[in-house]
């Protein structure tokens, strides 16, 4: 065993073996067992010598190989020692580079300190310039007025601020910087107020002016330059003159489908009148609207003065169109209820205009067209009066009712007076002396050609009819009383009248005037009052009380006023009331010596009185 | 273009008829006020009262005349249907009498004002149901039968007032879409006021023959 392992090819190949050259080791082996074909010692010792010289070779090999590999090896370590070199110098700059870094740093560290210090007088100075200077878009916007922008009133309201601010700045320290701010604001804003001067009277000629809200603001900013706002409601009222103007030429000769123009209506008098003037009456709260809105941002005190001055300016332009309409209208061929229904409604128009524009041009031409259009109105009135009343004169009428003078007279004044809205004292004026004093005059005339009875009986008719219509109209209450006192004659002219009559138609003449005189000697002996005679009246007496209508005056029955009739039929009878209880007393009495009294007057006054006066 | 610098785009005329103490002038004074005026005066002649509305989009200004009710003023207050764009019609739902005057007032509303008029019947006083004396039925029958829009109000509530002023705009307003109503005739009660540029609505120029007489 140990021969075994003492062979040397053994330790030959066990030699290369351990040399881990070989990796494959079947090869090496058959390679080995190749080489011997025959074992013997000979072989045995080429082998050996074979494998020793293979061996050295693979060691020289090897050996070369190793030499490479060392001078690999020697490159590298140059290599490396060179790196080094390197990285030391990179060590060395790095370290300066380091100590610079750290310069900077702290050069950083206050420039940051002192950036941040900028910034707060940055903020400062933007706070300032802010508060006291406007933006360049600003002043663009400040001196472009086309178009009109809310912007353009903002940047005006600042530069308003602005100025206040100034002025606080004057106050406490800062006067150059204040006083040269406030130069240079003053011109920015000189420039947009004119700008905006210009503009605004621009837009006031435009036709929709009122419903540009850009207007109103822009007049607030010439509250307090008097001299420019002025102007601008100048041209603003000069321009809704003409618009106004238009607007009535529009209405009056334009129609449409719908409604035609006023113009049409020209014929129909009233309504041509009336719808002019509710047309001018229409357009004053709606100018008036339209100047409040104008002057919407104005604060000034006496700023419903300056409207209303607006206003009246404006109105003053209708006043030449109205004027010639209306006095073309108003000539005397007219009607005169239709002269009186214009009059009237010309002095509605007048008052209720005149409680929005108290004076002016308007209310003056209304005044004179009211006076005119009176002035036309009485000449008409007067012509047409005349012209009733000049037939009047003739008889009445035989039922002694009013006549149809009277009558159409009253039922035009009663015409008359219905139209007027309300009666004013010059109207009470004019209905008294032109209507109703020479219709009077004229019944009077009339009722002077008739017999006594007839011409009370006329009058109380006529005035009876007259004051019938006058009573509806408390405004001619006082001339009611002046009739009254007039029928109030009449009834006692009447009641006289009527009293004769029935003493006359009783024959109670002589007895009524034998007690009248103062007789001495008793009654009975006297003619006339004898018993017999009395008997024959008293009989005849009797009969008339129970009818005692048939004694009336035929003329009574004619009067229109059963109240007249029975009033002055009252009083008559009261006068015969009288005379029979002077009688009933006279025969009554001893003095007289009747013989039995009581046989010829039978009836007592009281019962007599029953019979009379109810 | 927002509302760009007009304050409106139109004016609407509008007229209140009726008879006397209907509540015309409460009406008006609840629309523009919106209060209740409790112890109202007669209207003398005629009162004026503004209000701006809107209607799709658009600032319209009403214009609004009242008239005054009593039978003396008729002659006067004639006048004033000229150029009315809408009419509002007003009677008692508690006196019927007040209802059956409705059909002289349209007869007049009909003569005085365009065919484009547009007429609204209130029955006002509705907070009065318990002294109805007109059933809405009936009133509503009548409307139907004269082309009337309809509504019961109470001035004093409140209540369908703005409904009615606004209805009447908008029916308005769509005659005017519509083509109906010419807005260049100074007669219609709508005046157009000139919009902004690039506003829709520019109502094409009517032509109009110049036959006045």
């Known amino acids: 065993m140990e021969s075994f392992y003492n062979n040397p090819i053994r330790q030959k190949i066990n030699k290369i073996f351990d040399t881990h050259l070989i990796t494959d080791d079947s090869e090496a082996l058959y390679t080995v067992s190749g080489l011997c074909s025959a074992n013997s010692a000979y072989t045995r010792r080429i082998l050996v010598n074979e494998i020793e010289k293979r061996d050295l070779l693979v060691n020289k090999a090897v050996l070369v190989e190793y030499n490479k590999v060392r001078d690999k090896l020697q490159s590298l370590l140059n290599s490396i020692s060179s790196l080094d070199v390197a990285v030391s110098d990179m060590s060395n700059r790095l370290q300066e580079s380091k100590t610079k870094t750290h310069h900077i740093i702290t050069q950083t560290t206050k420039l940051k300190e002192e950036r941040k210090k900028t910034k707060k007088k940055l903020l400062w100075v933007d706070a300032f310039v802010k508060e006291f200077q406007i933006a360049p878009e600003q002043i663009k916007i400040l001196y472009n007025v086309t178009p009109l922008t809310l912007d353009f009133f903002n940047t005006l309201s600042q530069i308003e601020k602005l100025y206040e601010n100034c002025k606080v700045l004057v106050k406490y320290w800062y006067q150059t910087p204040a006083f040269e701010i406030m130069e240079m604001i003053g011109l920015q804003q000189e420039v947009a107020i004119e700008k905006l001067y210009h503009w605004t009277i621009g837009a006031c000629l435009l036709v929709d002016s009122p419903n540009n809200a850009l207007v109103p603001k822009a007049l607030g900013k010439f509250e307090n330059r008097q001299v420019l706002f002025s102007n601008i409601i100048d041209e603003y009222c000069n321009a809704r003159k003409a618009t106004v103007v238009q607007l009535f030429i529009d209405v009056l000769t334009k129609g449409n489908s719908g409604s035609k123009p006023i113009e049409f209506y020209a014929n129909e008098t009233t309504r041509y009148i009336g719808d002019i003037l509710a047309w001018v009456y229409q357009i004053i709260p709606v100018e008036k609207d339209n100047l409040c809105t104008l002057f919407k941002y104005c604060t000034m005190p006496d700023k419903d003065e300056k409207i209303t001055t607006a206003l009246t300016n404006i109105m003053e332009a209708l006043c030449p169109l109205l004027k010639v309409r209306a006095e073309l209208i108003l000539t005397p061929d007219k009607d005169a209820l239709v002269l009186w229904s214009i009059t009237n409604l010309m002095l509605y128009y007048k008052n209720i205009i005149q409680s929005i524009i108290t004076k002016g041009h308007l209310i003056d031409t209304f005044d004179e067209l009211i006076k005119k259009s009176q002035d036309i109105f009485l000449v008409t009135l007067d012509s047409r009066v005349q012209k009733e009343l000049s037939h009047g004169v003739k008889a009445p009428p035989l039922d002694l009712n009013p006549s149809v003078v009277v009558t159409d007279l009253i039922s035009f004044l009663r015409d008359l007076m219905n139209l007027s809205n309300n009666v004013i004292t010059t109207d009470k004026r004019i209905i008294i002396t032109h209507i109703l004093d020479p219709l009077l005059h004229a019944i009077n005339e009339t009722a002077c050609h008739l017999s006594s009875t007839d011409m009370s009986v006329y009058m109380l008719n006529c005035i009876y009819h007259i004051q019938c219509t006058l009573s509806l109209y408390t405004i001619l209450d006082e001339y009611n009383e002046r009739l009254q006192a007039q029928s109030e004659a009449q009834i006692d002219t009447l009641t006289s009248e009527q009293a004769s009559f029935l003493v006359a138609n009783l024959n109670m003449g002589p007895i009524y005037t034998i007690l009248q005189e103062k007789i001495s000697g008793p009654l009975s002996a006297i003619p006339g009052m004898d018993t017999s005679t009395l008997k024959t009246f008293l009989n005849k007496f009797d009969m008339f009380l129970v009818t005692p209508d048939v004694y009336i005056l035929p003329q009574l029955n004619l009067l229109i006023s059963h109240n007249h009739k029975s009033v002055i039929k009252k009083r008559a009878f009261e006068v015969i009331f009288a005379i029979y209880e002077q009688l009933y007393k006279a025969i009554h009495d001893p003095v007289n010596s009747y013989v039995d009294p009581q046989g010829i007057v039978r009836r007592t006054p009281e019962e007599v009185k029953k019979f009379l006066v109810n | ?213």
């Open chain 2, 1 to 213: 273009m927002t509302s760009g610098p007009y304050n409106y785009s139109y004016i609407f005329k509008y007229i209140i008829i009726g008879d006397m103490g209907v509540g015309k002038s409460c009406l008006l004074h609840q629309f523009t006020e919106k209060k209740f005026m409790a112890d109202c005066p007669h209207t003398i002649g005629v009162e004026f009262g503004t209000r701006i509305i809107e209607v799709a989009g658009q600032k319209i200004k009403l214009q609004i005349w009242d008239t005054a009710g009593q039978e003396r003023f008729r002659a006067v207050t004639r006048s004033y249907y000229r150029g009315a764009a809408g009419a509002l019609m007003v009677y008692d739902i508690t006196r019927r009498s007040t209802y059956n005057h409705l059909s002289s007032w349209l007869t007049d509303t009909r003569n005085l004002t365009n065919p484009s008029t547009v007429i609204f019947l209130i029955g006002n006083k509705s907070d009065l149901d318990g002294q109805r004396d007109v059933t809405y039925e009936e009133a509503k029958q009548f409307a139907d039968e004269n082309g009337l829009m309809f509504v019961e109000a109470s001035a004093k509530t409140g209540q369908n007032v703005e409904e009615a002023f606004l209805e009447t705009a908008k029916k308005i307003y769509q005659s005017i879409q519509d083509g109906r109503l010419d807005l260049n005739a100074a007669e219609s009660g709508v005046q157009h006021k000139p919009a902004a540029p690039g506003r829709p609505l520019a109502a094409p120029p009517a032509h109009r023959d110049n036959c006045a007489c």
